[in-house]
C-alpha cells in the first residue's frame, strides 16, 4: 500500500507560514486532503481538494490555509499562513473519508507554532 510523503513542518512563531508538501509514490488520484493530529486529541481533516481542484476547509484555518495539487509531481501542498499556536499537530496527507481508495498513513510532519 502506498504511504505518502509529508515534508516542510517546523517550529513557526505565531503569525508565521510554512508550507508542506505530500508525496504520493505512484500518483495522486481524486481528492486529496490534508489531516492534522495534536496532542491527546482526535485526528481531523482541515483541508481537501478534488482532482477538478475545488477546495473545502474546516472553519478554522479558512482564510488563513490554502491547499493545491501538482499531478504532474504527485504532490499536494497546504500553504499555511498567520498561524497560530492552536495549528500545533502533526499534519498527514490522505484521501478524504468515503473515498475509494485511502493510503496508508504515513509519518505525518510536525508543525509548532510559539506564542
Known amino acids: 500500500q502506498v504511504q505518502p510523503v509529508e515534508s516542510g513542518g517546523g517550529l513557526v512563531q505565531a503569525g508565521g507560514s510554512l508550507r508542506l508538501s505530500c508525496v504520493a509514490s505512484?500518483?495522486?488520484?481524486?481528492?486529496m486532503g490534508w489531516y492534522r493530529q495534536a496532542a491527546g486529541k482526535q485526528r481531523e481533516l482541515v483541508a481537501t481538494i478534488t482532482s477538478f481542484r475545488s477546495t473545502n476547509y474546516v472553519d478554522s484555518v479558512k482564510g488563513r490555509f490554502t491547499i493545491s495539487r501538482d499531478n504532474t509531481k504527485n504532490t499536494v501542498y497546504l500553504q499555511m499562513n498567520s498561524l497560530k499556536p492552536e495549528d500545533t499537530a502533526v499534519y498527514y496527507c490522505?484521501?478524504?473519508?468515503?473515498?475509494?481508495?485511502?493510503?496508508?498513513w504515513g509519518q505525518g510532519t510536525q508543525v509548532t507554532v510559539s506564542s
Open positions: 490522505n484521501t478524504p473519508p468515503g473515498s475509494h481508495y485511502n493510503y496508508a
Open positions: 505512484g500518483g495522486i488520484f481524486g481528492a
